[in-house]
């Protein structure tokens, strides 16, 4: 480690705040206390990043990683890295009383070093959307953001209700979602995207393979059968699967794109892709009940 990373360090332990003490357990299970809220954030993860902002919180964050684009306002936080590696030094002058990052991934060595120096680090992974609206009420539990995130969670919970009781009783549709299109990669049942395919009242055609974003061929596409193929890559499936039409989506042309920002990103704005998955879904089905 470089010098000046440890003087850095050492100047920031000398004049981190004294208060009430708050302890969290991050996606991990790990449990992390910090002494008081916090007042200065490195976010690693794009989608802390947004959770901040819900919460009136951004204006804590004082570096950012290189996707964090979203609200506009997040784009002017100086980026410290990205997926694949983190400036240290950068970081380290910052003085952040909490870095969020993912508990994956090719910087867990430099994240490592980091809390050696003493730094907090606490690892943001949501699974499915009950974990989305825990991980913002963590997020203004260490930034004292309460009442913030009281009303964005109660209109969260709003509208996913109002979602889940517009489309529980449609016809079930068998549908294909498409992360990336070459090579292919989709979503098993551990992803909470097909949390969302089952509240728009889809049934994901690869629910029970177990990596959570599994890569297949073509093979297996056909053999199941979608009547809907979803694409968050930006190549719809008549791209992909133009010559196919023994697939049922191909056949009826149900193929349909979707932004990776909305639907790709465990925050509360989920819900503006919950909202796009069920109406491709929904014109799917009419198209169908048509056809019949």
Same mark, same amino acid.
């Given at each position: 480690m470089k010098p000046v990373l440890w003087?850095?360090?050492?100047?920031?332990?000398?004049?981190?705040?004294?208060?009430?003490?708050?302890?969290?357990?991050?996606?991990?299970?790990r449990k992390l206390t910090l002494a008081g809220p916090v007042k200065s954030i490195v976010s690693l993860v794009p989608h802390a990043t947004e959770q901040l902002f819900e919460i009136d919180a951004g204006d804590?964050?004082?570096?950012?990683?290189?996707?964090?684009?979203?609200?506009?306002?997040?784009?002017?936080?100086?980026?410290?890295? =990205?997926?694949?590696?983190?400036?240290?030094?950068q970081i380290v002058s910052l003085k952040p009383d909490l870095i969020i990052a993912l508990p994956d991934g090719p910087t867990l060595q430099q994240l490592e070093q980091l809390q050696q120096l003493g730094y907090a680090v606490f690892y943001s992974d949501p699974k499915n959307l009950q974990q989305i609206e825990n991980s913002l009420m963590t997020f203004a539990r260490l930034t004292n953001r309460m009442v913030?995130?009281?009303?964005?969670?109660?209109?969260?919970?709003?509208?996913?209700?109002?979602?889940?009781?517009?489309?529980?009783?449609r016809r079930k549709m068998r549908v294909f979602y498409q992360v990336w299109h070459e090579p292919i990669y989709t979503i098993s049942g551990n992803s909470f995207i097909n949390e969302v395919i089952e509240i728009c009242g889809g049934i994901n055609i690869f629910k029970d393979l177990e990596l959570p974003a599994p890569q297949i061929g073509i093979e297996s596409v056909i053999a199941g059968r979608p009547e809907v193929?979803?694409?968050?890559?930006?190549?719809?499936? =008549?791209s992909v699967f133009p010559d196919f039409d023994e697939i049922p989506a191909v056949h009826h042309l149900t193929l349909y794109s979707i932004?990776? =920002? =909305?639907?790709?990103?465990?925050?509360?704005?989920i819900i503006k892709g919950i909202t796009s998955m069920c109406h491709s879904i929904e014109s799917a089905r009419q198209k169908y009940s048509v056809s019949q």
């Open positions: 003087l850095f360090s050492w100047l920031f332990l000398c004049s981190f705040g004294v208060g009430a003490a708050t302890t969290v357990v991050d996606d991990t299970g804590l964050i004082v570096g950012a990683g290189a996707y964090s684009n979203y609200p506009e306002a997040a784009k002017a936080i100086p980026r410290v890295g =990205d997926y694949y590696t983190l400036n240290l030094e913030q995130a009281d009303a964005r969670v109660q209109q969260y919970r709003t509208e996913l209700a109002a979602l889940r009781q517009s489309y529980q009783n193929i979803i694409s968050q890559s930006g190549h719809r499936g =008549d932004s990776a =920002d =909305d639907i790709g990103r465990p925050t509360v704005n």
